[in-house]
């Protein structure tokens, strides 16, 4: 599978793109017996799209808040580098 990405910190944008390709996914099974499949990319789909918005706060907390230590930490948890 030539997307596929192991263990890796995606960003907003790459969020936002595996959750839209999760959900065009879903909605292409027309297959009865991949209902549970179906499921289960769409709940991924909006896992991946919660997890992008709590991304985007969270930038956003760093770049706004007057805690120099608690902005370090915090840009340290969404840093693509860990």
Known sequence: ???YVA??????EQLNGLSA??????DGIEDVTARALERD?????RV???????RSAIAEITTTTSDGAA?????KLIAKEG
């Open 1 to 3: 599978m030539a997307d």
């Open 7 to 12: 263990s890796a910190i995606l960003d907003t």
């Open 21 to 26: 390709r999760l959900t065009d996914h879903a």
């Open 41 to 45: 990319l769409r709940t991924a789909a």
């Open 48 to 54: 991946a799209d919660e997890h992008a918005s709590w």
């Open 71 to 75: 902005a370090r930490v915090l840009h």
